[in-house]
């Protein structure tokens, strides 16, 4: 199999397939931000949904592939909260975390909770890239497996049906 089936996010044409069919959602209170990880983000090709709350991202989440980028001190819930709230309503995307403040034990409890990353603010355009690459298609692998999964479940279920 090459790269390209594999969808391997430094093959050009995978990473090209991976940003058209996934989405960004960027959870953040500061419009500022908003604004400038949109611009950054659309500028490398990806779809964005920005949300200016957390209550407002979990109401809305979207089916789409793709990982979500959350701040972790918002107004209402923080981004640790949403993160809780994601696994309770079962919203598999990866999570990202931005934070102005560099608190490693908060960054620690996170990672431990499952975010694949957290990254301190304003981040590295080079590191935020590759982690939305790495998360997104950590995403899309995820899918795939579920899928599969899935078909194999109701092949053996008609198998066992016509049996019975």
Do not use: Y
Not at 64 to 87: A, F
Request: with cysteine; hydrophobic share 40%.
């Amino acid at each position: 199999m090459s790269n390209s089936e594999n969808n391997h996010p430094h093959d050009t044409q995978g990473i090209n397939t991976l940003k058209r069919d996934s989405v960004i959602r960027l959870v953040d209170d500061d419009p500022s931000v908003l604004r400038a990880l949109t611009t950054f983000l659309q500028m490398d090709d990806w779809q964005v949904r920005c949300f200016k709350s957390g209550i407002d991202f979990l109401h809305t989440p979207g089916k789409e592939p793709g990982c979500v980028i959350l701040d972790v001190r918002m107004p209402g819930l923080s981004g640790l909260e949403v993160q809780d709230l994601m696994k309770k309503k079962n919203i598999p995307l990866p999570v990202i975390f931005l934070s102005a403040h560099g608190d490693i034990e908060l960054a620690v409890d996170a990672v431990r909770k499952g975010a694949k990353t957290f990254l301190e603010k304003p981040p590295k355009p080079d590191k935020l890239l590759s982690s939305i690459e790495e998360a997104v298609q950590a995403h899309v692998e995820l899918l795939r497996a579920v899928a599969l999964s899935v078909k194999i479940t109701f092949a053996t279920l008609s198998v066992l049906h016509g049996v019975v």
